[in-house]
Every structure is written in structure tokens, then in C-alpha cells.
């Protein structure tokens, strides 16, 4: 693999036509984060003034500090903090199963190429396709007779519905490792399985990273999954905690739904600025061999 | 030695026996509740009612919107499916008749005062008991309607409505209010206008048609009396009628509270928030919602309920009886009516507590002369979402000037057929 | 077949490795295959079931064959739906599609900042949710002469715009990638023969991002497809003319289908039917992109 790491496409740096193109894109880059920025402001206003003027900056009346967080944490008898710990803990737990699992199964995939695995590589791309309204019920259903509806085993039902995209991905990227390398490992005596975490494994990071991004992406932010297939007084996550602000009749707290939505995204945004790096370049390492 | 030992081994085995018996017998309750307001309250009540009974209660409540997918969803568990939850209205009844108990005859039918809010099935079994109901109309400034030189005696009707309400609209610059509030269309508002302003029409056609159940169609004779009072919503109001889909139910509401508009379509319900954002009770009266009919003068408020308890006929006897002893304990129980009017507003049970709420006040002064209650006859609705959804995006186009009132017209009428059929 | 050494060029695999990587298949291939099948394969069969069914709850269901389907195709909305959604897929497939490759192509040159310029644009990305699609709405509504759900070509470019919004980051910087990958020496060489920046851009530049585009024209093409959380914040299908939501899309259409108790069997006909039809779609995509894929 072999992506040299400052690419230049042309060589010279300063001239008119980049200075232009970065100011262009500054001015892009402003109104791209608008939304978001808006948002956050809007966190931090009355209920009232979010309702009535939603682009207007918060000033001295219409400004109230944490309220809308401290409002939306503690609304209902349902902790906040607990939410997000079990959205922690399903995010984290999903994309490590879904990482490990279909990693492997990718790489089986690849090397033994026999009939059941080419089925099995077809299905997971047509589950790709599939709306979620189509399976639903079913799945939920399934899920709850299987006892898989609490935090601790909705992983699985995340692997099953996720290993889609995954293998899809997995498969492309392994199809691009030299045989020599497993082949060496091989005749050294190493069995598959030792071969697998200390020689393939290692190789796959970049798709590991941007297959793990996609899915902890999803997982944070799903609501119906969640909603349908886990018993709600005893397990919320924070797409539902957030759901359960609003009141009947379609009230909702517009203030301090902002301010849950920007709390549900700091985890996000942190991760995604500490490991920015690394992030970006497994996507595009890991999906351009796909 | 050993004979003593067995014998007294048998005897645990029996009492272990009768105490596990006894505890089936017991049953337990497991209520799907409607009101995410109202959680609060009931996890309180059921909690206080396991002390003093020990049988088991518990109580869920669905997300806002969600009540039909979770009622579904919880349903799906065979053991623990909800042992009470509620059905609103014919749509309700219609889905879920295999899982309603027959209610005739129970100690709870025995205790209630009225049967008007009861849901019946196609057999004439009630089904589900209305728990408590609400009126609605036009919640009415007083002070306002006085400060722009008008009287509440002064309105009887639509003709007189209109006249004060053009009035006021027209030196709107001058008195600094407008008339109506924003009849916003985006979701948190809407059903006020697909839902209980289409009860006009609904109820004057069904009561001309003497229809008292599910009709497959409807004729639509009085949407004209629907244009009236949607033209007058709209025309003397400050909102932009090109774009109500912007205005939210909150952004009325708090129109009406900071004093910018005299007229708020809305319900019983209003009462409390109102209140507590600083409006005063004595300010605070509701109007019937005159559309131009012959004989309106004699309207009294609309008046019915969307919460309607049903028992599940397919948990086991235990726990219906226990669900049933249940909820006989709310409705008459201090603790339980109490919190039942502080929720709900008044009970059509004979324990009931009176509500403070102003506006039941009135509507009750309305029936107290002898004015005709116009019931709520949206509650026949089929696929109510849908038609409802179909309602809404008519009136946005009618109001921005897109489409014509015809567009209103189909979906009024096609629509329900077309929903009628669908679900059927 | 059991030539130890000896292999194809640029082999997938090899029989050395093979068997004993097949002999562990418990370990490997088991696991995601049987969740495979608990969360997808086995709902996505009674799924099917109960397409050929009427039913409200799962447990109480009646067999009506094929009845759903013919409703199915009887339906305007749905008709009208299947035209909407994909001129959706297809118009923001070429948008995003070109759009990122632009952008794409001028943060792979040595410009300032175009490193932050690439997290910006990835963000939104990583942003899901409804409120979200609920700020867009406002945004875009309010500066309008009329709102979305009135005009229909208002509420078809919105889609489109938020969709953008949130896509074009991800396939960027696929697209970087794929950029970065070019070789030199043909860029060099390219150079030398004076080649213009348009010619050298359409035969050897693209050839060599094909990998890429094949990734990026699936990927978005199944996502205009499937679209469900925008549509349904943004316009919720309206303006509904004679009945039919002129903006909803087939996702929206059929899950309206599932509030509906007893439309539930036909909302799984259609489901169906969307299925076969997307996945048709991107496997006949698949076919013409791989085979213009240039191998490294």
C-alpha cells in the first residue's frame, strides 16, 4: 500500500489562484458550519425567543446561560447521565463486535472464496440496500424473543444489522494485501488465527478506522433500533432522552432539545478533533482500495 | 424422625405451593400511559398504590407521537404485554378490538357519571371508558376584547364574530393587538385546525345525518362554514398566511400570552400554562367557535375526550381483575381523584373532584343554559394521521394561494374515503 | 489443486493458506453470520412472510397473497413516489458526486488551509439526527418567498441542498484518496507531451479515480434511495394534491404505510418491491463502474 504522504498534484504554492481559492473556501467553510453554529447559540436562548426568531443572536433578554442544559438533563425521572452512559457503552460495544467480527469475516471471505462465502458476501451488499422500515417489526420482535433487548446484548443486533456495509468494505480492502506476506506466515507454522492478528489485522487499519467511524456514527445517533427493541423505563439512550422532551400535543422545548442535541454531540466532536488525523486518513486509505 | 421431616417437608412444599398460587392469583397491572406530562404522576400513584395493596403496578409512558408503534411493539410480548392502555377513538377501536375487554357491567362502568365518552365496538360492547374529557374554543382575552372597545355579550355568532373580530384587525397598528393568534400549520399546531376545527363540520353533517357510527363517507355539506371560520383565522391575523407552516403551536401560545392577539384557539388544557406565565383567570374565557350555521347561537363549547382506557382481553383473568380493581381505586380514592383532577381536569366519575381550571367553569355554565354540546365527531376519523396530513397540506396551499378551496374540498371528502378504505 | 508456490498473479488467495483458514470457519466466518442472520436475514424474511399478509400485530396476521401488491401498484402515492425518488437519487448523485470531486481536487493542491478546510467540510458527516434537518428547514423556509411544503420545487432542492450538505464531506475525501493515488510518473509524463489540464484531467486522472467513483456513486446513490429522516423533517411529502404527497419519497411513503394498522402487509409489499428495485439499480451501477476501473 503504497500512498506517498504529501502528495502535490502541481508544486507551487503561493500564487494568485491558491490565494483566491483559500479565501474562497474560508468563506465556504464559515457557511458550511452555520447550521451547527446556530444551533449553539440557539442552546443558550429562552424557549420562547428559539420558537419566534430562530436566527437571532442571544442578547441580555433573551440569554440564559445553562438553563436549557441544566433543563434538559434533569426533565422526567430519568437521569440524563444514564442515557449517555448506555449510549457509551452501546456505541463502544457495537463498533468493537462489529469491528472484530466482520474483520475476520472478511478475511475468511477473501481467502477461501467458496461458494457459501460468495453467498454470504452477496447478501451482506444486498442488506445494504434494504430499508430499515422493512424489518422493523420483525427485527424487534425477533430481538425481544431472543432476550437481546438490553444494553448489554443490543451489540448483536448491531453486528446483524450493521455487518453489512462492513464486510462490503472489509472484503475490498483485503482483496489488496499481497498473498505473499500470509503465505510466509503460513510456512513460518503460524495457524490462521495467530496469522490473522499479527499480520492481516495490523495491515487494515486505515479500513478499520473509517469502517469504525461509519459505524459509531450510526450507532450514537439511531433512534428507532434502540426505541423498539429496548425495554424504554429501564434503558434510554440520548436519541430517545431526547425524543421524551417532547410533551403531548407536539410541545416541545425547543431550548432545551438544543442543548441536549450539542451535548450529544461534544463526545463526537472531540473525538473526531483528537483523532482527526488519523480519521481522515483511514477514510481515504481504507476506501479507496474498496 | 423421618416421618416428622416429611411431613413437614410436605407442608413447605404446600405452603410454597399456595403462597406461588396465591401470587398468580394476585395478578399484577401493567399501564401503557398516553401523557408524557403525566408520568410523573402516575409513577407516584402507582407506587403508592403497591404499598397499600402490594400487587404490582407498572407504568410506562410512550414517547410523544409514538404511542401507536409502542402500544404495537409492547403488545408483541406474549407475558408482559400492557394489561391497560388507551384507545382514543373509532381508528383505535377498529385496530385494536381483538385486545379490548368488554367493559358492561364492571364496578368501574357502575362508578361513572356519563357514557357520552365511551367507545363502543360493532357490536354495541363498550370497549374503552372515556377517563376524563376536555373542551376546546376560542380562548378569549377579555381584557383585550374590552381595551378594543368590544363586549364579550357582543359576540353570539359567526356574523358578530367576524364584525369585532375585522374590526380589531383593521386598527391593529392602532391598539397594538391583532384579533387571532398565528393558525400556524407546521406539527405542533396543525391539529388544532385538521383535527378539532374540522369537528365543525364533521359534527353538523353527522348530527343532520344522525350518524353514530364509522360512516365509510362523508358529504362534506358544511365546509363552507369551515371556509368561513379558516378565512376569518387567517385574514385578521398577523401571521403571514404564505407561510404558517412556520408558525409553531408555542409561538401561538405565547402570542396570546404576551397580550398580542384577543382570540386563541385551543383547549382546557391551555388553562394551566397560561396561568402560570403570568395571565390572570379573571382575564381568561372561552368562546364556542361560531362558523355560520344556523342555530349556533345555542352551541355550547366541544366538548369530548381522546383518552379512553381499554383493559387487554388477552392478558389473563388475574391481572384483568387486577387492573380493574385498579383503576376503581383511582377514580375513587382520595389520592387518586385528587391527582386525577390536577392532570385531567374533571372525571366523569361519581368521586370526582372539582378542577379549578376557569374554563370548565364556563363550559359547564354553557350546559347549566341549556346550550347543545358539539361533541367530538373527528374522533370517527379513519387513519386519522394520514387524512389529517392531507387536511393540513390543503389549507397551507389554499392559504399561500397555490391551490383552491377545492383542494380542501378533496381532501375532506376523497381523503376519507380513500382512509376509510384503507383501513378497512 | 494443490500446487504449493504457485499462483496467479495478483491472487486473492492461495491454497496454502485456504484450508486452514476454512477449517476455523467457527471462529471466523460463524459469528457474523448467525447475527448476520438474527438481525437481518430472519426479519428480513418475515418481512417478505408477512408482505403476502394483512395484519396489525405480528401474532395476528391473514394470508391475502398477492392483494398487497396489487395495492401496492394501484397506489398513487407510490407510483408518484417511485418517479420523485429517483429523480432525488440521481440528481444528488451528480451534485455530490461533482461537487466533491471539485472540492476534492483543489484541496489535493498545495493551497493554506486546506487541511482545516477538510475537517469542515467532513463534519456535518458526522452529524445525524432530525433537529438537525429541523434548523435546515427553518433556514431554507425563511428565505423563501413561499415555504417548501407549497412549492415543489422548493421542497425537491432543499432535499437536495441539505443532502449535499451532508454527504459531500465523506465522499471528498474518498476522493482525496483517490486523487493521491494517481501516479506520478504519468502525470509527469503527461506534462512533458503538453497535454492541456482538461485532457489530462479526462484520460488519466479519471481512469485512476475510478475505484473512487465506483465507491461514491454507490454509496450515494443507495442514500438518495433510501432518504427518510430529511424528507420527512423537511416537507413531511406536502404539497398533498388530489391525495398524493408530491414531495414524499419511498421510504416516507411506505413507512406512512406502517402507522396505518391493516396498510402494514401492503407497506411490506412495498417494501419489497423498493428493495428489488435499488438493487437492481446498484448492481447494474457496480457493473458499469468496475469495468471502467483501471488496474493499479
Known amino acids: 500500500m503504497e500512498i506517498p504522504m504529501k502528495k502535490r498534484i502541481t508544486d507551487e504554492r503561493n500564487t494568485p489562484g491558491k490565494k483566491a481559492l483559500t479565501v474562497f473556501f474560508a468563506v465556504i467553510s464559515v457557511l458550511w458550519m452555520m447550521p451547527i453554529v446556530i444551533v449553539l447559540y440557539n442552546s443558550l436562548k429562552t424557549n420562547g425567543a428559539v420558537n419566534t426568531q430562530l436566527f437571532v443572536l442571544p442578547n441580555a433578554e433573551t440569554f440564559v446561560g445553562f438553563d436549557n442544559y441544566i433543563n434538559g438533563m434533569t426533565f422526567g425521572n430519568y437521569p440524563f447521565y444514564l442515557s449517555a452512559a448506555y449510549s457509551v457503552f452501546i456505541t463502544l460495544a457495537s463498533t468493537f463486535l462489529i469491528l472484530l467480527c466482520t474483520s475476520m469475516a472478511a478475511w475468511y471471505i477473501s481467502r477461501v472464496s467458496d461458494t457459501f462465502s460468495k453467498v454470504v458476501y452477496y447478501l451482506c451488499v444486498f442488506s445494504m440496500v434494504v430499508p430499515f422500515q422493512m424489518v422493523m417489526f420483525t427485527l424487534a420482535n425477533t430481538a425481544r424473543d431472543l432476550h437481546l433487548d438490553t444494553p448489554w446484548t443490543i451489540p448483536v443486533v448491531y453486528l446483524g444489522f450493521g455487518a453489512g456495509l462492513a464486510v462490503f468494505m472489509f472484503v475490498g480492502f483485503v482483496k489488496s494485501i499481497p498473498i505473499d506476506i500470509e503465505e510466509a506466515a503460513a510456512i513460518d507454522g503460524c495457524g490462521p488465527l495467530r496469522t490473522f492478528f499479527s499480520v492481516v489485522l495490523p495491515m487494515m487499519k486505515p479500513t478499520l478506522i473509517s469502517v469504525g467511524v461509519l459505524e459509531i456514527m450510526w450507532v450514537w445517533n439511531d433512534y428507532l433500533l434502540p426505541y423498539l427493541v429496548l425495554d424504554v423505563t429501564k434503558y434510554k439512550t440520548i436519541p430517545i432522552h431526547i425524543q421524551y422532551l417532547q410533551g403531548s400535543y407536539g410541545k416541545v422545548d425547543l431550548g432545551a432539545t438544543m442543548a441536549l442535541i450539542i451535548l450529544s454531540l461534544l463526545p463526537i466532536v472531540i473525538f473526531y478533533l483528537t483523532c482527526q488525523k488519523h480519521i481522515i486518513k483511514g477514510v481515504a486509505a481504507g476506501a479507496v482500495k474498496g | 424422625m423421618k416421618k416428622l421431616l416429611a411431613v413437614l ?17 394476585t395478578g399484577k397491572v401493567y399501564y401503557l400511559n398516553f401523557k408524557p406530562e403525566a408520568d410523573q404522576a402516575w409513577q407516584d400513584l402507582a407506587k403508592l398504590y403497591t404499598e397499600q395493596t402490594g400487587v404490582e403496578v407498572k407504568v410506562l409512558t410512550a414517547a410523544s407521537g409514538t404511542y401507536s408503534d409502542t402500544l404495537t411493539a409492547e403488545m408483541e410480548k406474549k407475558d408482559a404485554a400492557p394489561t391497560l392502555f388507551q384507545i382514543g377513538n373509532a381508528e383505535g377501536v377498529a385496530t385494536w378490538a381483538d385486545y379490548a375487554l368488554k367493559l358492561d357491567g364492571t364496578d368501574l362502568m357502575n362508578e361513572m357519571t356519563t357514557a357520552d365518552f365511551n367507545l363502543k365496538n360493532a357490536n354495541g360492547d363498550t370497549v374503552a371508558v372515556g377517563y376524563c374529557y376536555e373542551a376546546y374554543g376560542i380562548i378569549t382575552n377579555v381584557a383585550l376584547l374590552q381595551k378594543a372597545g368590544h363586549s364579550l355579550d357582543e359576540i353570539k355568532d359567526f356574523a358578530s364574530l367576524k364584525a369585532v373580530a375585522d374590526d380589531i384587525h383593521a386598527r391593529a397598528a392602532e391598539l397594538g393587538f391583532d384579533a387571532f393568534t398565528s393558525a400556524g400549520l407546521d406539527g405542533s ?53 404564505a407561510k404558517l407552516s412556520g408558525y409553531t403551536g408555542g409561538a401561538a401560545e405565547d402570542e396570546f400570552i404576551n397580550g398580542q392577539a384577543v382570540f386563541f384557539q385551543n383547549g382546557t388544557w391551555e388553562f394551566a400554562t397560561l396561568t402560570e406565565k403570568g395571565m390572570k383567570a379573571e382575564e381568561l374565557t372561552m368562546l364556542p367557535i361560531y362558523c355560520g350555521v344556523e342555530g349556533e347561537e345555542n352551541a355550547a363549547l366541544c366538548a369530548g375526550t381522546e383518552n379512553c382506557w381499554a383493559v387487554n382481553a388477552k392478558a389473563s383473568e388475574a391481572d384483568q381483575k387486577a387492573t380493574l380493581d385498579f383503576l376503581k381505586w383511582v377514580v375513587t380514592s382520595e389520592e387518586g381523584t385528587k391527582m386525577m383532577a390536577e392532570q385531567f381536569g374533571p372525571i366523569p366519575f361519581k ?37 389529517r396530513a392531507g387536511i393540513v397540506s390543503a389549507l397551507e396551499q389554499y392559504s399561500a394561494g397555490t391551490a383552491d378551496w377545492g383542494e380542501v374540498e378533496y381532501a375532506f371528502v376523497d381523503g376519507w374515503a380513500k382512509c376509510y378504505e384503507a383501513t378497512h | 489443486m494443490k500446487k504449493k508456490g504457485r499462483k496467479a498473479a495478483g491472487a486473492v488467495t492461495s491454497p496454502l493458506i485456504r484450508r486452514p483458514i476454512q477449517r476455523q470457519f467457527a471462529i471466523f466466518l460463524l459469528p457474523t453470520f448467525l447475527c448476520f442472520c438474527i438481525g437481518f436475514l430472519w426479519p428480513f424474511i418475515q418481512g417478505i412472510y408477512l408482505s403476502f399478509n394483512k395484519f396489525s400485530t405480528i401474532s395476528n396476521t391473514s394470508w391475502v397473497g398477492f392483494g398487497n401488491y396489487v395495492k401496492a401498484f394501484q397506489d398513487d402515492g407510490f407510483r408518484h413516489a417511485f418517479g420523485f425518488t429517483a429523480m432525488v437519487a440521481v440528481t444528488s448523485l451528480v451534485l455530490i458526486n461533482v461537487l466533491a470531486f471539485a472540492v476534492a481536487f483543489a484541496l489535493t493542491k498545495s493551497i493554506r488551509g486546506s487541511n482545516l478546510f477538510r475537517g469542515v467540510f467532513f463534519v456535518p458527516n458526522l452529524i445525524g439526527g432530525i433537529v438537525l434537518g429541523y434548523i435546515w428547514k427553518t433556514l431554507i423556509n425563511s428565505v423563501l418567498p413561499v415555504s417548501m411544503s407549497i412549492q415543489v420545487n422548493y421542497g425537491f432542492w432543499g432535499l437536495i441542498v441539505v443532502m449535499c450538505w451532508q454527504q459531500i464531506g465523506y465522499m471528498m475525501i474518498i476522493y482525496i484518496a483517490g486523487l493521491q493515488a494517481v501516479p506520478e510518473d504519468m502525470l509527469e509524463a503527461a506534462k512533458i507531451d503538453g497535454a492541456s489540464g482538461w485532457k489530462t484531467l479526462w484520460h488519466i486522472i479519471l481512469p485512476n479515480v475510478m475505484p473512487s467513483i465506483t465507491i461514491c456513486t454507490f454509496l450515494s446513490l443507495t442514500n438518495g434511495f433510501k432518504l427518510y429522516d430529511q424528507n420527512l423533517v423537511l416537507t413531511n411529502g406536502a404539497p398533498v394534491r388530489r391525495g398524493v404527497g408530491m414531495t414524499e419519497m419511498l421510504a416516507l411513503n411506505i413507512a406512512n404505510n406502517f402507522t396505518t394498522a391493516n396498510q402494514r402487509g401492503v407497506a411490506q409489499a412495498k417494501a419489497v418491491l423498493f428493495f428489488i428495485l435499488v438493487t437492481t439499480i446498484a448492481l447494474v451501477q457496480l457493473r458499469l463502474t468496475r469495468s471502467k476501473e483501471v488496474q493499479q
Not at chain 2, 417437608?9 to 392469583?25: F, W
Request: hydrophobic share 45%.
Open chain 2, 351 to 387: 368521586s370526582a373532584k372539582e378542577p379549578e381550571n376557569v374554563f370548565f367553569k364556563v363550559a359547564n355554565e354553557y350546559l347549566a343554559a341549556g346550550k347543545y354540546v358539539v361533541t367530538w365527531a373527528f374522533n370517527f376519523t379513519p387513519d386519522v394521521d394520514n387524512w
Open chain 2, 9 to 25: 417437608l410436605t407442608l413447605a412444599m404446600l405452603l410454597g405451593m399456595v403462597s406461588l398460587a396465591s401470587a398468580d392469583e
Open chain 2, 189 to 241: 399546531s396543525s391539529w388544532r385546525f385538521s383535527g378539532h376545527l374540522t369537528n365543525m363540520p364533521l359534527f353538523y353533517e353527522f348530527r343532520d345525518d344522525g350518524i353514530t357510527e364509522q360512516p365509510a363517507t362523508v358529504k362534506g355539506t358544511y365546509l363552507n362554514a369551515y371556509k368561513n371560520i379558516w378565512d376569518l383565522y387567517i385574514t385578521d391575523s398577523a401571521a403571514d398566511p
